[in-house]
């Protein structure tokens, strides 16, 4: 029973090492230093705590290494989901459909997305370029909507560092 307990700890500490880690990293990313360094010091004190541990029982509880290992891929797992989750950057998305831009422009309206788009010439022919701002934690979802209407679009999108006026999809206007 002992050993099982401690095995919890390791692996519940783990995910929460990983994933402070994880969500650290973001705050770096966006230049948010204090926030990552806070996060950085209760990283390091649960991952010493654990290591410590796992070392101190290293020749007898497999399961302490197997916990530590699990936890890891885990953590790794709830850290980005959070970091998702946290994420206020926006993005911009820029499509290009050969055939079904009009209609990705479309559905996208209908879905709430700011869409803008234009013509283009492309290496064959004509093209027509949509362009979408929305915060990164929808990407995905608009993603699903362009390839479940033209799996061969074309889609790239960066960070936008920053950004006035404009109509972004999940934004609330103040």
Known sequence: MHILLWSLAIFFGRIMDVSLGTIRINFIVRRKK?????????????????????????????????????????????????SDKLSRDLISTSIISKTKADEIEEVLRREGFGATGYNGFGKDGNVKIINVVCRQNYFLKLNKIIFEIDPETFVTSHTLENQRGGFMYGLKKK
Do not use: K, M, P
């Not at 290591?51 to 699990?70: C, P, T, W």
């Open 34 to 82: 204090l926030f990552a360094a806070a996060i950085g010091f209760f990283e390091v004190t649960i991952f010493v705590v654990v290591i410590a541990r796992v070392i101190q029982d290293l020749s007898n509880n497999i399961y302490g290494i197997l916990a530590y290992g699990a936890g890891f891929a885990v953590g790794t797992l709830v850290g980005v989901t959070i």
